[in-house]
């Protein structure tokens, strides 16, 4: 019932930036924290940057300063915005959503399919 489809991903130079977006489509009653994931090969996945509905963001101690993620409620997005990239930001990133599928019901976490960021010379 419900999807989250990314797009967005590519391949930068050292020092580019680059910005996804994720949309929520479906039947759900609200979406709560909406965040961004990144899992490089060999590693676990890992936050990168999580915001609420009211826009307070926190972020991955490896990313503050550079990246920014913001949201539009009214459209079901959420944004991450990439500058200063460098090549440990390589890996597939993934949008991840809370989301109440009814008043009743508690939050269930949805992933979107994940989309590749490259920061290669």
């Known amino acids: 019932q419900v999807h989250l489809v990314e797009s967005g991903g590519g391949l930068v130079q050292p020092g580019g930036s680059l910005g996804l977006s994720c949309a929520a489509s479906?039947?759900?009653?609200?979406?709560?924290?909406m965040g961004w994931y990144r899992q490089a090969p060999g590693k676990e996945r890992e936050l990168v940057a999580a915001?609420?509905?009211?826009?307070?963001?926190n972020y991955a101690d490896s990313v503050k300063g550079r990246f920014t993620i913001s949201r539009d409620n009214a459209k079901n997005t959420v944004y991450l915005q990439m500058n200063s990239l460098k090549p440990e930001d390589t890996a597939v990133y993934y949008c991840?959503?809370?989301?109440?599928?009814?008043?009743?019901?508690?939050?269930?976490?949805?992933w979107g399919q994940g989309t590749q960021v490259t920061v290669s010379s």
């Open positions: 915001i609420t509905t009211g826009g307070s963001a």
């Open positions: 479906g039947i759900f009653f609200a979406i709560d924290v």
């Open positions: 991840n959503a809370g989301v109440k599928r009814s008043l009743a019901s508690r939050n269930y976490d949805y």
